[in-house]
């Protein structure tokens, strides 16, 4: 077996699915008796629906989430205006997918569950990691089943008290503040319109209440969001109730299918590789809920991870850890800035910019517009058929790509020429008929790139 993953949510479940189209042999498991049900992490940003359309899964996700809803905001029992938490933006050449989009945690974990099982790999529940050792050649693994296995790597994807960080005793760095709680839950409600998401405060404390977000896929269902006091009752039905009430909702919860308290955690991995073993996700670094970032950063630590060791090379596993530590402790000040201003009231608390979409994480170490490191954005161009596809169809699948503009393309598998407008394309050649390509790469004729497996910019000359 060349990778065990030692848990079984999106994290896990996206680098099972990575290793698995690339034909490694891999394990995933979870000590878990069963799958989660719950929406937890809810919001998909832009940059993991792109992952998500390379890993064959993108147009289940689309068919079972949604938008995020326009919110009718009521105070005092009164509806007084709409609003919505990030302005709904209109896809363009090179960003196809623009928009964050709803879907509940569960329901997503069961999509990437499915395409995991179209590979040949089922999720192991009821399966925890006890113990393990490592060596120059591997790892070999104890698990609670009585199973001892060896395998060339280990993945800790097992969450914010991951046994496998514990275990390789690397300091989890942070603070959890015992003093803010927040309550959420699955709830059925009378009377609600689930084509919309719902805010009920008092008019003097407008921005403290009681959220309420239709979540797509689930008939009836919204997620609740609430503070939590320290005299309150834990996470019933009852509770969620008295918060509704409070406000002067005059809306009857029916059912509660899940909830949860949580706290603001914001701790970052000391390391995120020792030697055979890797952390990813939760295990390597969590977040506060605002912003929607924490399922979204475990994805991409997956997908950053995935070719790196199915290459192997000793350079390319190093870069795991300096890329994905850096952009997780940039998002973390991204999600710690939302709940400062979430915790004193500020106006623009619930809205949701730019830096939360992902499309801007890189890898760079040098200056301009677009360089080695930087995203590769989306571009139509023209293949030797007459045919529009887009850039990112080129880069579909497991290999890297090499764009050369305006010559042919190296002599390489995967390679593509992006050629002037007018040419006549031969081969794999492409034609960029309306410059789109150019101008998103920045590129003149002689420009040549090598494109990660990833969508990053390998190498720009």
């Not at 896929?217 to 009430?245: I, R, V, W």
């Not at 050369?404 to 007018?422: C, E, I, M």
């Amino acid at each position: 077996m060349d990778v065990l993953i030692a848990g079984a949510g999106p994290t896990g479940l996206t680098l099972g699915i990575d290793l698995a189209r690339r034909g490694l042999g891999v394990r995933v498991i979870d000590k878990a008796s069963g799958h989660f049900a719950g929406s937890r992490g809810d919001g998909l940003q832009p940059r993991t629906l792109e992952v998500f359309e390379d890993l064959g899964v993108l147009d289940a996700v689309l068919a079972q989430g949604s938008l995020a809803a326009t919110v009718r905001v009521h105070l005092d029992g009164t509806h007084v205006m709409d609003r919505r938490m990030a302005e709904r933006l209109e896809a363009t050449p090179d960003v196809p997918y623009p928009n964050a989009w709803v879907l509940g945690q569960s329901q997503t974990a069961g999509v990437l569950r499915d395409r995991l099982a179209e590979l040949g790999v089922r999720v192991e529940l009821g399966t925890a990691l006890v113990d393990f050792t490592q060596d120059e050649d591997g790892v070999t693994a104890r698990l609670s089943t009585g199973e001892t296995v060896r395998a060339s790597y280990l993945v800790g994807a097992d969450g914010g008290r991951s046994t496998v960080r514990r275990a390789l005793g690397v300091p989890f760095q942070g603070t959890t503040d015992e003093t803010v709680r927040m309550l959420l839950g699955d709830v059925a409600a009378d009377g609600l319109d689930h084509a919309w998401g719902y805010w009920f405060a008092r008019a003097d404390a407008p921005q403290v209440g009681v959220g309420l977000s239709p979540l797509p896929g689930t008939p009836g269902l919204f997620q609740f969001n609430a503070p939590l006091l320290e005299d309150d009752d834990e996470a019933s039905l009852d509770t969620l109730q008295g918060k509704l009430d409070a406000c002067g909702a005059g809306v009857r919860l029916t059912r509660l299918d899940w909830s949860t308290v949580w706290r603001p955690n914001i701790r970052l991995a000391e390391r995120f590789r020792v030697g055979r073993v890797f952390l990813t996700g939760d295990a390597a670094h969590v977040h506060p809920p605002t912003g929607g970032q924490g399922l979204n950063t475990g994805v991409q630590d997956a997908y950053n991870l995935g070719w790196k060791l199915a290459d192997g090379s000793p350079e390319l596993l190093d870069s795991y850890e300096d890329e994905r530590r850096a952009t997780a402790q940039k998002v973390l000040a991204v999600s710690s800035e939302l709940l400062r201003k979430h915790r004193e009231g500020a106006a623009d608390a619930h809205e949701r910019g730019a830096n939360t979409r992902q499309l801007d994480v890189s890898y760079r170490t040098a200056e301009g517009r677009i360089v080695a490191g930087d995203r590769a954005p989306d571009a139509p161009v023209t293949d030797s058929n007459g045919r529009t596809v887009r850039l990112f169809d080129l880069y579909r699948g497991p290999h890297a790509t090499h764009l050369t503009f305006g010559a042919p393309a190296p002599d390489t598998p995967h390679a593509y020429a992006v050629l002037r407008p007018g040419q006549t394309p031969t081969g794999p050649h492409v034609i960029d008929t309306h410059g789109h390509a150019y101008r998103a790469y920045d590129a003149s004729d002689g420009t040549c790139l090598l494109i990660r497996p990833d969508g990053y910019l390998g190498r720009r000359h």
